[in-house]
């Protein structure tokens, strides 16, 4: 038997970079884009093909929705967004591109509604550095969660804009005056931590933000 050296990993400075955006109350969701291998059968569970115009031969991707737990389809959905995802499939796919891409799904009908129009739901992207630069208009219903601040850590900063979220209301849906929080993704560590008006902050690790 070896026994393994297994060194002691490197540890992130505090006072860097942080972004805080607000937390929205919906539902955790994500697109799926991946290019398909042309000799194999598309997987049963894609929502669309879409195909690559601009490649001399034919080339396919197939787009995926899922959950926080699950693939989903248009025959087994959450909160419609399956069929969201399926009916803007080609302009998500020449917005967001090749990958997996993470946000929140959410207006009337889930969690807080924020006071959507009866049907209006939106789906906002996490993980703002990447997507700040991109037009995001294309697509209906796309955008970022609202960034609120970016610079260096601090605590304070994070109190004072709970303080005006809380005071002004969502920066997300202007007017809803019940938001849930902030997320501030420390970027040093590479990893999100939440801060919510619910005293449940303690006691609770941060997750690591990934696109």
């Not at 799926?32 to 669309?48: F, G, R, Y």
């Not at 034919?58 to 699950?70: I, M």
């Not at 997996?100 to 209006?120: A, C, M």
């Not at 109190?159 to 202007?174: M, Y």
């Amino acid at each position: 038997m070896t026994i393994e050296f297994e060194p002691w990993p490197s540890i992130a400075r505090l006072y860097r970079d942080m972004v805080i955006t607000e937390k929205i109350d919906g539902t955790n969701a994500a697109i799926a884009i991946q290019k398909l291998d042309e000799e194999e059968q598309p997987p049963d569970n894609l929502v669309a093909e879409v195909k690559d115009e601009t490649e001399v031969f034919d080339t396919y991707y197939g787009v995926v929705a899922q959950s926080r737990k699950r693939i989903i389809t248009v025959r087994d959905d959450n909160f419609g967004f399956a069929k969201w995802v399926q009916a803007n499939a080609e302009a998500l796919f020449h917005t967001l591109g090749e990958g997996r891409h993470f946000g929140e799904w959410w207006g009337s009908g889930i969690q807080r509604g924020y006071d959507l129009p009866k049907g209006e739901k939106r789906f906002s992207l996490f993980n703002t550095p990447r997507w700040r630069d991109t037009d995001l208009s294309g697509v209906p219903g796309l955008g970022m969660v609202p960034e609120l601040y970016v610079g260096e850590f601090s605590v304070a900063k994070i109190e004072t804009l709970k303080e005006d979220l809380l005071f002004n209301g969502s920066a997300a849906s202007p007017g809803f005056l019940n938001p849930e929080g902030v997320v501030i993704y420390h970027t040093a560590s590479r990893t999100a931590y939440k801060s919510t008006y619910d005293d449940c902050d303690h006691g609770e690790g941060g997750k690591t933000w990934t696109s």
